[in-house]
C-alpha cells in the first residue's frame, strides 16, 4: 500500500501540464457553399477540431469534404443532408452521415490546409469549393514572455523531489503495527 501512495504522489507531483483548452470549428456547407470557406487565422491551433456540416437540402445532394497540406489528404465519408431513421430512431442506412469531424494533430499540423468541398446531385459531381483552414502552432510562450508554468516548472519538480525522498523515509521506518509482532 505504501508503495502504492508513492508512486501516485510522484505522478501528481511530477509532471505539470501546459495546454490550450481544445476547441470545435464548426463548418456548415449549404448549397451556397461552404460558412464560412475560410477559417480565419487565429481561429484553431494544433490540436483543436473542425465538424464539417452538410446542410445542402437540395434533393439528392452529397458533400465529400477533402483536407490537404504538404501531399498528405484526408477525405469524409460521403455527407448527406438528411439520414433516413427507422421506428427505433436508429439509422436505416449505417453509414449514412450528416457531420464529418476532423481532429488536427497535436503535433506538425500547424500552417496552411486547403480544403475541397465537392458537392455530388445523384452521384454526379455538379462543382466543387474551395476553402483554407490555418492552423496554429500551439506555443506555450508569447513572445518573449514565458507563461507562469515555465516559472513554477522547477518548483514543481523539486516539490516532486522532496515527495519521492519523504514517501521513501516513509517505506523504510519500521511498522508500529502490533500485529506484525512476532
Known amino acids: 500500500m505504501r508503495v ?3 508512486l501516485f504522489s510522484v505522478l501528481f507531483f511530477a509532471m505539470p501540464v501546459v ?5 470545435v470549428y464548426t463548418i456548415v456547407v449549404t448549397s451556397e457553399g461552404p460558412q464560412p470557406a475560410h477559417v480565419p487565422q487565429e481561429s484553431l491551433k494544433e490540436g483543436d477540431a473542425v465538424w464539417f456540416w452538410m446542410k445542402d437540402s437540395t434533393e ?16 469524409s ?18 453509414d449514412c452521415e450528416n457531420r464529418y469531424q476532423f481532429q488536427f494533430n497535436q503535433y506538425y499540423a500547424s500552417g496552411m490546409w486547403d480544403a ?7 452521384g454526379t459531381l455538379a462543382h466543387t469549393k474551395a476553402g483554407t483552414i490555418y492552423i496554429n502552432e500551439d506555443m506555450h510562450e508569447d513572445g518573449d514572455h514565458l507563461h507562469l508554468i515555465d516559472y513554477l516548472r ?8 522532496f515527495s519521492l525522498l519523504a514517501m521513501m523515509m516513509v517505506l523504510t ?10
Open 173 to 182: 521506518l519500521p511498522s508500529n503495527n502490533p500485529d506484525e509482532e512476532e
Open 116 to 122: 475541397t468541398y465537392e458537392v455530388y446531385h445523384n
Open 77 to 94: 465519408p460521403t455527407l448527406s443532408y438528411h439520414c433516413e431513421l427507422d421506428e427505433q430512431g436508429e439509422k436505416v442506412e449505417e
Open 60 to 75: 439528392g445532394a452529397t458533400l465529400v469534404v477533402n483536407l490537404e497540406k504538404s501531399g498528405k489528404t484526408f477525405s
Open 4 to 6: 502504492l501512495i508513492v
Open 154 to 161: 522547477p518548483v514543481a519538480t523539486m516539490l516532486a523531489l
Open 19 to 23: 495546454g490550450h483548452e481544445l476547441a
